[in-house]
């Protein structure tokens, strides 16, 4: 009979705070994922929930390319099952390298280039070499977990509000108040969550900024300021949105930009996690050390298999193309829907698909009641009743930082149906008319 391990753990509920350091004790979990516990408890009670909340993909709509995965599986068993490099195989760091010069027009040393389990590893050793306690980490609102890592580094968050006209992305007057303060400045496009990407001309100005404020920082004795340019969904982008790159805009910027970039989303393969990020390459040492202590690599025949990939460029355009032609038909899908509702009246919107898996969708219930009569003031009461009485589980911006009750939420697409989608939004529109 084996001993019961469980029977000897403490009851007391603040056991854990008394156990653990003040880092571990105060860390918040994610709130988008709480949500997703909500849905998959009315799922398991038999309801049909159109969940439009967590990133991800459902293998049944969007899985990676099946090269890709015959590959894995052809390196797996031919034994390459040994750890790998610590900065990743130098076959797929190469290839990284290359890709990014012919994509986008920027040539990196392949020392610049560390690959990691996913982005996260790569996004967090870069904060972690960068940040002291104290620091000032500058990023724009809504953003994607930000506020996390701000926590974990002990850093002093310094946020700036953004607007839908802007596609809540922010402009360089918007940051350059905060740039003599900052230590690290975050920038995602395609934003995650908004789905909407950063113009050229204004990502330029800030790539000026950055550039004009570390010269004024030298011979001052203050650290320099670095732009972390996350970018894991850039090769989804839809129509005349197109992606822009720091460095290809302002090359003078270049020491100080790290890019965080994965297959994660481009290649619809989040659980094969391999990521990367790319540094300077005076700082790379330090990052491969870092996460080799995390012992945050991705699996060697994945990496191999990447590698691959990345050279055989008609399998890859026609996945990509494929891949974007499908999420992009679910984005507009979304925005049809809720242009024509707008039009007709209803207090709704939607900002026009841009980029990523994710619609900024704005359902404007804030003044109005609840069937039982309670008013509405805030989204998570909009985003409660969306879900009960019209089965559609959505994210307000509250759970990206941005705290203002105006009725904006993010809609994922990677984990439904185009017929289920249609339907969802046929029962959002009931729902919202129920309310007029």
Known sequence: MPVDASAFYPADPKAAAHALNPLAATMEGSRILGIAYQVSAMQAEGQEVCNLTVGDFDPSSFNAPVALRARIAELTLAGHTNYPPADGVPVLRQAIADFYAERLGVRFPMASVVVGSGARPPLYAALRCLLAPGDVYLYALPSWNNNYYTHLNGAKAVTVPTRAEDGFMPTAADLRPHLPQARVLHLNSPLNPCGTVIQADVLAEICQDIVAENRRREGTGQKPLFLIYDMVYWLLTYGDATHADPVALVPEIAPHVIYIDAISKWLAATGLRVGWGVVPAYLQPKFKALIGHMGSWAPRP???????????????????????????????????????????????????????????????????????????????????????????????????????????????????????????????????????
Do not use: C
């Not at 990939?309 to 679910?330: P, Y």
């Not at 979304?334 to 980029?355: C, K, N, W, Y």
């Open 302 to 436: 994945e990496q191999m298999a990447t590698a691959w990939l990345l050279r055989e460029t008609r399998v890859l355009d026609g996945f990509l193309d494929e891949l974007r032609g499908d999420v992009r038909a679910r984005l507009e899908l979304i925005h049809r829907s809720f242009s024509r509702m707008t039009d007709e009246g209803l207090p709704v919107e939607a900002i026009e698909p841009q980029g990523a898996i994710y619609l900024s969708i704005r359902v404007n219930l804030i003044g109005r009641s609840l069937p039982d009569g309670t008013p509405i003031t805030t989204n998570e009461q909009i985003r409660n009743y969306l879900l009960t009485e019209s089965r559609v589980a959505v994210v307000p911006f509250q759970a990206f930082g941005l705290e203002d009750e105006t009725g904006w939420f993010r809609m994922s697409v990677g984990a439904v149906a185009l017929d289920e989608l249609s339907d969802a939004l046929d029962r959002l529109e009931v729902a919202v008319r129920k309310l007029l």
